[in-house]
């Protein structure tokens, strides 16, 4: 018997609550208190006193197209996601020069993945504009599609979407809105949970699969389903940063002016969960040719990954 497609979505009520416990739900009033309200919360993030989502209403349509605007010059980094009948924004604000690094890079060593394969040139990154979604848009952080889809209206088939541990339920929130509203047009998302404390990153692939229906029924006696899944895990531990090490003072040189040298390399990390692979149909829309093939990241891939990342992070 056929799998029902794309059964056991989240309600669009959901989307406003899942993952969010406890983010209050504020009032919009104008552009400066919006400003103040971003501010003071990345403040909150960088001490490590609030979370990364902030909620307003009611926001109408006429007000998120000034709120984009503004956004541009004052907020650079925000990513939507917005609710048209709830006139909800939901704003994810990134974790530093972390977030952005973690995603980034991973999908640039992607495209250099494709590029050894002759197609560097087939991906492009559509990552910071909205998609339109059933009764919702969002924004992806990094996103790429073939050059088969050529038309802006067209999905991306590959979605990178970022966080910080805490919020790694909304970010499996965030994989099941691209799946389940993109009419099968994303085929795998990608989620990083990252933890600057452990100098971790928690990675998960995310694509529609066909599974036992769990509750069928004389009335819905399908006997499968289709609905996001988790497909594969990857978790990067490490490398552990070791303390600088203090060069000893020249002779006659005051205390202050003492230099030290960067802090050494500490022990490797260490993958467990590799290789990622990402399927080339799924990614290009056909079947590979001669010299072409899946785009796999083994773990010295996703060792480096992390390496240049912290590297970065001190």
Known sequence: MAAVPA???????????????????????GPVKFTKAIESQVDKLCLGNAGQYAVFTPVTQDTLTKIDHRRDSHHKGLCFMYLNL??????????????????????????????????????????GRPFQGIASRKEPGTAFKPSSRPLESNWPTVVFECG?????????????????????????????????????????????????????????????????????????????????????????????????????????????????????AKIFLRQPHQGEGNIILTAQDLGRHASDVWRFIQ
């Open 164 to 280: 910080v541990s805490e919020s790694l339920k909304r970010l499996t929130v965030d994989s099941r809105w691209w799946l389940d509203n993109s009419a099968g047009g994303v085929k795998i998302v990608l989620l990083f949970s990252i933890s600057k404390v452990a100098r971790s990153i928690h990675i998960e692939k995310w694509e529609m699969l066909t599974v036992q229906n769990p509750h069928a029924t004389p009335a819905n006696p399908h006997p499968f389903v289709t609905r996001p899944t988790k497909i594969h895990e990857v978790d990067i531990a490490g490398p552990i940063a070791l303390a600088p090490v203090a060069l000893p003072p020249a002779e006659h040189a005051p205390a202050a002016l003492t230099p030290a040298v960067p802090a050494p390399a500490g022990p490797a990390p260490v993958v467990t969960g590799a290789p990622l692979t990402l399927d080339f």
């Open 86 to 127: 709830e006139q909800a924004l939901i704003v994810k604000i990134p974790a530093g020069e972390l977030h952005e690094l973690v995603h980034r890079e991973f999908a640039y060593m992607c495209r250099e993945k494709a590029a050894g394969m002759g197609l560097g040139y087939e991906l492009r990154d559509v990552g």
């Open 7 to 29: 059964h056991g979505q989240l309600d669009i009520c959901d989307y406003l609550h899942e993952g969010l416990e406890g983010v209050e739900h504020q009032s919009y009033c």
